[in-house]
Every structure is written in C-alpha cells, then in structure tokens.
C-alpha cells in the first residue's frame, strides 16, 4: 500500500546551518505530496507541496523537489534560524483523500 | 474565514468516562478527516466524513469509538469508555474537495 518514510529524529541543528529532512514514498501513480509543520502545541500547518513530477514546492525558504526516479520529496533549507523549530511531517494522500503521514522529524534549532 | 476549530483544546477524563470532540470545519467544507497523534508518533487517520454519511472509517478502533458529521452542527468525534491509552492529540482537518486539507489546532485528551 501507499506510505511515506520518514528520516528519524530528532535534528538539532545552529542556527544558519543547512537543513535535510529525507522522505521517501511508495505509491501508486504521481499523488502530490506535501510537507506539513506542527509547531509546539499547534496543529499541522501546510508548508509546501508539489502536484507532478520534477516540481518544486517551495515556502518560507524551505524548499523540496518531487523525483519520481528516485521517490523522493526531501525537504531542504539554506539556512535555519530559531523560529523553525518544529516538527516537519511528509504527507501524502491517497485515493480516498486521507494522508499518510510520516513519523515526523523534530527539529530544533540553537542559537 | 476562520480555520478550522476544535474544541474543548484540552481535554482531561477519568477512565470509563466519555469523551466527546468537536469540529467546525472551515466554512464551504464539505469533508472533514479525522486524525489521532499518539505521543512520539505521526498522525493516524482515523475517519473521513462529509455530511450526513461516513465515506471511509478504516482507521476507527471497532470499539468504543464512533463519529458523525450532522447536517447542522459540528462534527463530533466520540469515545466511550475511555481507557489511558486514548491519551492522546486528535486533529480534525477539512477540505473543500476532498484534496488539500487544512487542520485544526487538536484537541489533546488525558485519560487520569
């Protein structure tokens, strides 16, 4: 069936450092696929997605590209700063329109 | 427009107790998905609702759990009987056509 993995974490990283989350999904067909972010205490938040293949999804800095040759959707910034500290969700739906969600990626970003 | 809203955001019960959560979808939605987040963990769909009917409950323990979506009113997430291990985050999210969807801030319940 339909699944997103998730990289594991959690990922501390200083502020100004580049950011990696992986995610890979298995599917049938090209769904879209979206990251969400669930800050402290808060629902989930979307923060990008990408609908076809070779697109890019990109918001607040962050950025992720959907490869299908390599089922991928990782999530990249450039640059961290302390108000990303979330945790990052991969998602993506399925026929009967409910997400499969990745185990999510806790990030904290220091000073 | 308003999000999507849950209520009550905490909610604290005694085992055996019942517990009810409510969502207002955004206004214009017509599908509301319910989603539970066990501590540590990713979120589990649990139903998919639109009015009046339950389109896919696959995620819903057989037991003690039920929902609804009324023609009027809230959607109503139902747990009767609740045990420690229903602790836990219970997002509501909705969409206008059953695509992208837009969360509620949760509704995290302690079972005492």
């Known amino acids: 069936g339909d699944s997103v993995t998730q990289m594991e974490g959690p990922v501390t990283l200083s502020e100004e450092a580049f950011l990696t989350i992986n995610c890979t999904y298995t599917a049938t067909g090209y769904p879209s696929l979206f990251w969400y972010v669930q800050y402290p205490g808060e629902g989930l938040q979307l923060l990008l997605k990408?609908?076809?293949?070779?697109d890019k999804g990109s918001n607040k800095g962050f950025e992720a590209t959907y490869r299908k040759e390599t089922t991928s959707f990782h999530l990249e910034k450039g640059s961290v700063q302390v108000s990303d500290s979330a945790v990052y969700f991969c998602?993506?739906?399925?026929?009967?329109?409910?997400?499969?969600f990745g185990t999510g990626t806790s990030l904290t970003v220091i000073p | 427009n308003a999000g999507v809203m849950q209520n009550p955001r905490h909610l604290v019960r005694r085992r055996g107790q019942e517990a009810r959560l409510r969502c207002s979808p955004m206004?214009?939605?017509?599908?509301v998905y319910w989603y539970r987040q066990l501590p540590e963990e990713g979120l589990k769909f649990m139903v998919y609702?639109?009015?009046?009917?339950?389109?896919?409950e696959s995620g819903m323990p057989k037991e003690r759990f039920s929902a609804e979506f009324p023609k009027e009113g809230p959607s109503i997430l139902r747990i009767q009987q609740v045990v420690r291990g229903d602790s836990a985050a219970y997002f509501c999210?909705?969409?206008?056509?059953?695509?992208?969807?837009?969360f509620g801030p949760g509704t995290r319940l302690t079972v005492l």
């Open positions: 990408a609908t076809k293949a070779d």
């Open positions: 206004k214009g939605h017509s599908h």
């Open positions: 999210a909705s969409s206008p056509f059953g695509n992208e969807q837009f």
């Open positions: 609702l639109q009015k009046e009917n339950i389109i896919d």
């Open positions: 998602a993506l739906p399925n026929t009967g329109n409910q997400f499969y």
